[in-house]
């Protein structure tokens, strides 16, 4: 069995078909990075842990699925590796931004940043996730603040 396809678990029977077509392709990308060898980027890049990508896979996955059962947008990140084997999730928008990264550690830490955006200048906030709902929560903050004027 390849890497790839450790990540392909069935889709519960509460998302639609048409929704799961939207974010299949993301998922795979997702698994994609665990093919990923040191140097990658001929940088010294490491490769990407395939925990790492069954975590991400695993937070997008039911993040999506909760919203879209819920009828909100739910919105893909720019998914993308990076330099020391984490990977990284962004969402950016006028008013918003959400920057999700999922660490290459032996803990497999979650951190995040997020941007509120207003005329008079910028907030942000940073942590760590515990939980993916804390996560679903973020991604939800993230959805209600794309369309704001």
């Known amino acids: 069995m390849s890497r790839i396809e450790t990540l392909k678990a069935p889709l519960?029977?509460?998302l639609?078909?048409?929704e799961a077509e939207a974010i299949i392709p993301h998922i795979i990308k997702i698994g994609q990075l665990s093919k990923l060898q040191d140097d990658w980027d001929s940088y010294g890049?490491?490769?990407v842990a395939l925990e790492v990508c069954k975590k991400a896979a695993k937070f997008l996955y039911i993040s999506f699925k909760e919203l879209s059962v819920e009828g909100d947008a739910a919105y893909m990140p720019f998914i993308a590796p990076?330099?020391?084997?984490s990977?990284?999730?962004?969402?950016?928008?006028n008013?918003?931004?959400l920057i999700v990264v999922f660490r290459n550690n032996a803990?497999?830490?979650v951190e995040y940043l997020t941007v509120q955006k207003a005329d008079n200048g910028e907030s942000e906030k940073e942590g760590k996730f515990e939980s993916a709902t804390a996560f679903v929560q973020a991604?939800?903050?993230?959805?209600?603040?794309?369309?704001q004027a």
């Open 12 to 14: 519960p029977s509460a």
């Open 16 to 18: 639609p078909e048409h």
């Open 45 to 47: 890049g490491k490769a």
């Open 82 to 85: 990076a330099n020391d084997g």
């Open 87 to 93: 990977i990284v999730f962004e969402w950016r928008a």
């Open 95 to 97: 008013k918003a931004e």
């Open 107 to 109: 803990e497999l830490e």
């Open 139 to 147: 991604v939800r903050w993230f959805s209600m603040n794309v369309n």
